[in-house]
């Protein structure tokens, strides 16, 4: 029997070997990346470390100024009288404000009568030449007493008078009244009117 051998050594795999040229190509693109990356990383770390040293200087300067303005205006000491004066003018405004509803309150008065504002508008209105009050005391709205100097007595019966017009006045009756005459000018009379119930009030 005859054998044939179809075994070939051109059809054996052939191993691929790099050439010298084809490693020295590779090697060189390798370091051409790797060079071109440090370069790279380089310029990025002097790029940071020149914007390290801007804001060290910006931060310096800042400082400095801080500094002088704070020996240029030192922080100033609490003055303890100025607390003191504050306080009082606290207290001395809250006095106001009590005073203040106070007379908003008197202002319609008890039971409906007038108020002592009401009233001391109506003596403002009521200017009779020739007479005028040192001393005005209300007393629930209707317990009334006037005190003052007239240059003329017959001016003290003009202001009653013309008192008993106002609203605030309605139903105020003066049923004292007490005359004297002033020990400095003879022609200066003095009055006191009051209504009844008033303590220390007597008829004459």
Request: glycine share 6%; no cysteine; charged share 20%.
């Amino acid at each position: 029997m005859q054998q044939i051998n179809l075994y070939q050594p051109i059809l054996r795999k052939q191993e691929k070997v790099f050439s010298l040229k084809t490693l020295l190509q590779g090697n060189l693109i390798i370091l051409t990346a790797l060079v071109l990356f440090y370069l790279v990383t380089l310029y990025q770390t002097h790029s940071l470390r020149t914007q390290h040293e801007a804001l060290q200087q910006e931060r310096s300067k800042r400082t400095t100024t801080l500094s002088e303005l704070q020996q240029q205006f030192p922080a100033k000491a609490r003055d303890p009288a100025l607390g003191q004066q504050l306080e009082a003018q606290q207290a001395l405004l809250n006095h106001r404000k009590r005073l203040l509803r106070e007379l908003q309150q008197q202002n319609t008065g008890a039971d409906g009568n007038p108020g002592f504002s009401e009233q001391l508008s109506g003596l403002a209105r009521q200017d009779v030449e020739q007479v005028w009050l040192e001393q005005i005391s209300v007393r629930d709205g209707k317990q009334l007493t006037l005190q003052g100097w007239a240059s003329a007595p017959e001016e003290i019966p003009r202001l009653i008078q013309r008192l008993s017009t106002e609203p605030s006045f309605s139903g105020t009756a003066f049923t004292h009244v007490e005359l004297t005459r002033a020990e400095s000018d003879a022609a200066l009379i003095g009055f006191r009117l009051h209504t009844d119930n008033v303590e220390g009030g007597s008829g004459q």
